[in-house]
């Protein structure tokens, strides 16, 4: 600060200092007519429009009557004013909004310059107003997310590099450090470029287990120096995956390439290489950029496969000499090895590159591994320096790379896995150019043949087949065709077709189709009932002929198309041939009267159970009719007492197949207002022909039955008279004693004898109230002899006279009396 400290910590310089002779400024002044100064304001950013800068008139030392009579004006080269000169007060202020980051980027410090211009006489003075930063950007990500995909086998210090964040702000203000939410795996390191921009990694410090926790959420946070501290938040994603504990590993840590300016798009900057010691898909790697930040997206690409970088936008020498990218290489499995490419840019030779072959290898087996040698190359360029510096690439996209290992030799290797089946031969251009400007390059094309192996399965050209079979085919008939294809050659290629074991329902697959080996049709071993069962769905292995012999699966379905086969069915009226089933019509009903609905399925679908109704035969036609698609019977006048009672209606159901197949049902309509008419006027209907004939059935059927009970019955009376004719004869002639019977609730009124049975007995015999053939409904009073052995005595016979009565009361008991006659 100088000549007095004005606010904002302004500072004004003159041209001439204050000790000089005031003759040499006054000589001076006279020559060039011209005064100068030079001041310089210093102000934050962001400040309001119209906030005070610094006071000109007095840093100048002008009165405001000068800066109004010289007309005192700011001239300035940019399109945006910021500032504007208050000459009724002789003050600075702020014009426009002024964005240090928009205004001058990341260059500190950050200024602007213009004229302050006064006339007569004319004075120019120069004002520099340097522009401070203020903390207010927060560091951003570019990203919304980070996504990694890490194996549960990742080794403990595996590095994992994560996006940077950006902040416009410079000085303290700018990006100070990171932090990694708190967790159990990962540790946060923290590096910084040779610009020094900082970045972070993820370390793994212990290892994952998908089975506990598959999916990992975390949050890197970035935070500035500034006051108050700003910060920015991205979420890292990890998805876990497991059984790949094989990271793959980049042949350098740091790859340079030097590229020209101007150079056109898809030029080829450089190839970087990372390899997998995994086995199969898991040593699959790819390549991309990890970080970039400052658009350098826009500028290069590289190739997913083979890790080539190509440039895809404009280089420019003076905006960028040099390019950082940082790669990423990836597995299948989700591991993951970093490394850096440095592309440097370069702001033409008469000797052409001489190349020589030392060795050349074909054919190579297709499951050569990468990084099989099939070529030596010794290449030449009698040109010096950067002139005889030579490079060998490959033309195209070719999955073969060039390895230098010696001085002036080449080693011409695989770059990846080859497949015979997608390319069967290689024309493979190696191309060495020289360094020179222009350079100087020499072509030699290789042919190489790539011999066959057993490593493709056949494969189908569709994961599930559909045919289409109508039921009721006939056995051996073709259903379909399925063709497989196997890329490999001569036996290897040979494909057979089986049916895998299974089973639909309860029954085996073989049992309802096979297929031809060697054409792989598809037959039908039974005939088909879509009834029964709709579709049929099996596995068919096709298999080559290698040694292992590989295989793949395809499911086939088989649907059986639906033929007209079966006739409606009808299931109401129900047509009963015992009983006569009749709707009622009142004489009363309207046009429109619903008498009833006919309803019918068929077993069939699609357009073959589609249902149409039509009244065959009526008694009256002019009365009925019959929904076509509902089956409503309705009238369709006036009922009126004219009308027969009897109404016969034959009603026909089709379906819509081709051919249709129909069913009839007779409905019977009374036209009455009760039950009686209609009963009179319905018992002498006539069945038909067919409830007749049903009828003769059932009554011989009931006739024969009949019999045969009737002449079982007489068979088993007869036998049992016999026998207990057979018991009685025995026991007349047996000298036991007989026990006699005492039947229940008698009573002893004569006294006890002994050796006669001089005793009364009361029977009571209850009947029902409502019998109505009962022989014993009116009192009757009645005598009977029965003669009884006497148990006491041999041969002796006694006679036992018994009454009985029946009262006429519903519920009197029957009463018997006995007694002894001498």
């Not at 501290?229 to 990890?238: E, F, M, P």
């Not at 898909?281 to 690409?301: A, E, M, P, Q, W």
Request: proline share 5%; net charge negative; charged share 25%.
């Amino acid at each position: 600060m100088a000549c007095g400290i004005p606010p904002h910590t302004r500072c004004v310089k003159w041209r001439f200092s204050c000790g000089q002779n005031w003759m040499l400024l006054f000589f001076l002044f006279y020559l060039n007519h011209v005064i100068s100064g030079h001041i310089r304001y210093s102000i934050p950013e962001e400040m309001k429009k119209g906030s005070l800068i610094g006071n000109v008139a007095q840093d100048l030392g002008l009165d405001l009557k000068r800066l109004r009579s010289g007309r005192a004006r700011i001239v300035t080269g940019e399109s945006i004013q910021y500032t504007e000169l208050k000459t009724d007060k002789g003050t600075l202020v702020v014009n426009e909004r002024i964005d240090r980051e928009q205004l001058c980027g990341d260059v500190t410090p950050c200024s602007f310059s213009f004229e302050v211009i006064l006339e007569n006489p004319m004075e120019l003075h120069q004002v520099t107003v340097e522009i401070t930063d203020i903390n207010d950007h927060s560091p951003t990500f570019k990203r919304d997310s980070i996504q990694f995909e890490i194996s549960e086998t990742a080794n403990t210090g595996a590095r994992f590099p994560l996006a940077s964040a950006e902040d416009p702000d410079v000085g303290v203000n700018g990006l100070r450090e990171y932090f990694l939410t708190e967790n159990d795996n990962f540790v946060l390191k923290q590096k910084s470029n040779a610009d020094g921009k900082k970045y972070a990694e993820m370390v793994l410090q212990k290892p994952l287990d998908r089975e506990t926790n598959p999916n990992l959420i975390l949050k890197l946070i970035a935070v500035d120096g500034g006051t108050p501290q700003r910060s920015g938040t991205v979420n890292i994603d990890i998805n876990v995956l497991d059984a790949n504990d094989n990271a793959p590993l980049f042949n350098q840590s740091v790859y340079k390439a030097t590229v020209m300016e101007n150079a056109p798009r898809d030029t080829y900057v450089t190839t970087v290489n990372a390899s997998d010691a995994d086995f199969g898909s898991n040593s699959i790697v790819t390549y991309y950029f990890s970080d970039l930040n400052g658009g350098l997206s826009d500028l290069f690409r590289i190739d997913e496969t083979n890790g080539r970088i190509l440039i895809t936008g404009s280089v420019d020498y003076e905006k960028d000499r040099k390019f950082d990218l940082r790669i990423e290489a990836k597995d299948q499995g989700g591991l993951t090895d970093s490394s850096k490419v440095i592309i440097e840019v370069t702001d033409v030779n008469d000797n052409a590159p001489i190349m020589s072959v030392m060795s050349f290898t074909s054919p190579v087996s297709e499951d050569s591994p990468p990084g099989t040698t099939i070529g030596i190359i010794n290449v030449k360029d009698l040109d010096s320096g950067d002139n005889g510096k030579v490079a060998c690439t490959i033309e195209k996209n070719a999955p073969f790379k060039i390895k230098s290992n010696l001085r002036n030799y080449y080693t011409l290797v695989t770059d990846t896995v080859l497949d015979r089946e997608s390319v069967s031969e290689y024309n493979i251009t190696v191309v060495a150019t020289d360094a020179g400007i222009p350079p100087l390059s020499t072509k030699r094309t290789f042919n190489l043949k790539v011999s066959d192996v057993n490593d493709n399965a056949p494969v189908f050209s569709q994961d599930v087949y559909n045919a289409f079979i109508p039921e009721n085919n006939s056995p051996g008939v073709s259903i379909l065709t399925l063709r497989a294809r196997d890329p490999d050659e001569n036996q290897h290629a040979r494909i057979s077709y089986i049916v895998e074991d299974g089973k639909i329902g309860a029954t085996s697959v073989s049992e309802y189709v096979s297929i031809n080996a060697e054409s792989g049709v598809i037959h039908a071993v039974r005939s088909f009932d879509y009834e029964q069962i709709k579709q049929l769905i099996f596995i068919v292995k096709a298999q080559d002929g290698g040694s292992p012999p590989l295989s793949s699966n395809v499911t086939v379905k088989v649907m059986i198309q639906d033929q007209n086969d079966n006739p409606p069915q009808v299931l109401y009226p129900v047509q009963t041939g015992g009983s006569l089933v009749a709707e009622m019509v009142p004489r009363s009903a309207d046009v429109g009267y619903l008498v009833t609905k006919v309803v019918a399925v068929d077993v069939d679908s699609g357009q073959n159970a589609w249902l149409s109704y039509k009244l065959q035969k009526a008694t009256d036609r002019a009365l009925f009719e019959v929904g076509l698609q509902n089956g409503e019977i309705r009238t369709i006048r006036q009922v009126n007492d004219k009308d027969v009672v009897k109404q016969r209606l034959t009603v026909i159901v089709e379906d819509n197949g081709q051919p249709s197949r129909s069913a009839t049902v007779i409905v019977n309509v009374a036209v009455a207002d009760s039950f009686p008419e209609v009963l009179s006027e319905f018992t002498d209907f006539t069945h038909d022909k067919e409830y007749n004939d049903n009828l003769t059935f059932y009554l011989v059927l009931a006739l024969a039955v009949v019999s045969f009970l009737f002449i079982t019955c007489l068979v088993v009376i007869i036998s049992v008279k016999i026998y207990r004719w057979r018991q009685s004869r025995i026991l007349y002639h047996s000298s036991l004693p007989v026990i006699p019977y005492y039947p229940p609730r008698y009573s002893d009124t004569l006294g006890t004898g002994t050796g006669t049975l001089q005793h009364v007995y009361n029977y009571e015999v209850c009947r029902t109230n409502d019998s109505r053939k009962s022989d014993c409904k009116f009192g009757r009073a009645g005598s009977q002899n029965v003669l009884i052995m006497d148990p006491s005595s041999t041969g002796t016979m006694q006679r036992i006279q018994c009454e009985k009565s029946i009262l006429d009361e519903p519920d009197s008991p029957l009463e018997v009396r006995c007694k002894v006659l001498n």
